[in-house]
């Protein structure tokens, strides 16, 4: 349910209903796509099944709706009776530290790592902006890379450009995720900025 997928307060304000195409008026391409993207993630979370295997991968510069977008699926799945898990990529690098070198309280704290692999659907916002380092890129390769095997569900949401990507991770973290997932790369001007202007 909602109180194990990480979910918190942002499941009460980012939905489809309220999410706004409006900020990308005037942006030509980048409505459309905005338009046809809104569409294919509700038709994904509205349709969302046992058999769904989809991945998705949302680039963009922040304050664009990719944070908006992956909430509004994980609230319609969690409604279908789906278990959800969304989590920041440092957060999520965290919980595996903590595993492999005991970094937790040692009260119990320590949240399973077993969810990232078994969630119906997993997202992970904010690809980029935990460490990088040989330990951590494995941990990513595996999740990726098991879930994959699994066909179970993966968005993953990123201010990264694809090179940058390419240059951060290694090549076989690179090629599952173009491989593998829908590129939806956003565009626009930053929404929270055109907000705090009116």
Known sequence: GYESS??????????????S???????????????????????????????????????????????????????????????????????????????RFGTGAGDGSVRGTERYYEADLLIIDDLGTEVVNQFTVSCLYDVINSRIN????????????RKEIEDKYTERITSRLFGEYYPLPFAGTDIRRQKRMK
Do not use: P, W
């Not at 942002?10 to 999410?19: A, C, G, K, V, W």
């Open 6 to 19: 990480g979910l918190g307060g942002l499941i009460r304000t980012q939905s489809f209903e309220n999410f």
């Open 21 to 99: 195409l409006e900020y990308y008026r005037g942006g030509g391409a980048s409505y459309d796509n905005m338009e046809m993207f809104v569409g294919a993630l509700k038709r994904f979370a509205s349709d969302f099944d046992a058999n769904t295997y989809r991945n998705y991968l949302l680039l963009g510069s922040t304050g664009l709706g990719k944070t908006h977008l992956s909430t509004a699926v994980a609230k319609k799945v969690i409604e279908r009776g789906y278990d959800v898990l969304y989590v920041s990529a440092v957060g999520m690098i965290g919980d595996f530290e903590a595993r």
């Open 150 to 161: 699994n066909r179970k569900c993966t968005f993953i949401n990123t201010n990264l450009s």
